[in-house]
């Protein structure tokens, strides 16, 4: 079956304590994203990778890192968290997002995450 | 950056009702989606549809994009409708593209 798959689903942690959200797709994707998703401010994009090592910021990036080593994962690395990272968070993926034809975007279940 | 604009922001029809929420967005775009996002949270994409008109069943969505909007009709709706309804724009920028989401509909579909 086809899909994105991220892990922890549900995550209470304290600030400072580093963590990663794992995010696996099998459907050969190029594309990969993270989104951050807040009450009113609907989906942040935080980070994007167009392929294996390349990767750009999006629009929240602040607090995050991420990598790309290999094609089918990019997890999401929060280093120092704080408690304004307190959200759900998103990973999605698909093929070619500069291809007009192919640029269906697939989410995976989400990720709640709560920093004490 | 780019502005995405939906409306209405609320909704509330009572089950068997037509509805049209609609996707304003402020610069030239290369891509456009609906989605869906269930009451458990769960993101679907509905329609890929930078132009031109799709359907798929009781859904419908239009993009006119030299217009810069796009429309996504709700036919004879059901409780399992009820959710939120996000449209996403995406435009290269730097060579790559991001997209961009509304801040989306809410829809309550009552029996």
């Known amino acids: 079956e086809a899909q994105v798959t991220q892990n922890p689903r549900y995550l209470i942690t304290v600030t400072g304590k580093k963590l990663t959200v794992t995010c696996s797709q099998n459907m050969n994707h190029e594309y990969m994203s993270w989104y951050r998703q807040d009450p009113g401010l609907g989906l942040r994009q935080i980070y994007y990778?167009?392929?294996?090592?390349?990767?750009d910021k999006g629009d929240v990036p602040e607090g995050y890192k991420v990598s790309r080593k290999e094609k089918r994962n990019f997890p999401l690395i929060l280093e120092s968290p704080s408690p304004n990272q307190t959200s759900l968070y998103f990973c999605?993926?698909?093929?070619?997002?500069?291809?007009?034809?192919?640029?269906?975007?697939?989410f995976g279940e989400g990720s709640r995450l709560t920093v004490l | 950056g780019i502005q995405v604009e939906q409306s209405p922001p609320d909704l509330i029809l009572q089950e068997g009702a037509n509805s049209t929420l609609r996707c304003n967005f402020s610069?030239?775009?290369?891509?456009l989606q609906w989605f869906h996002q269930n009451p458990w949270g769960q993101l679907i994409n509905l329609f890929y549809i930078p132009s031109g008109t799709k359907q798929n069943g009781r859904l419908s969505a239009t993009t006119v994009a030299t217009e810069r909007y796009s429309l996504l009709y709700i036919s004879s709706s059901q409780t399992t409708d009820s959710g939120v309804y996000f449209c996403?724009?995406?435009?290269?920028?730097?060579?790559?593209?991001?997209?961009?989401f509304g801040t989306g509909t809410r829809l309550l579909v009552s029996p």
């Open positions: 996403a724009v995406g435009w290269m920028n730097t060579g790559f593209q991001k997209l961009v």
């Open positions: 990778s167009m392929n294996v090592e390349v990767t």
């Open positions: 610069d030239s775009v290369n891509n």
């Open positions: 999605a993926s698909s093929l070619l997002q500069d291809d007009p034809n192919t640029g269906e975007l697939f």
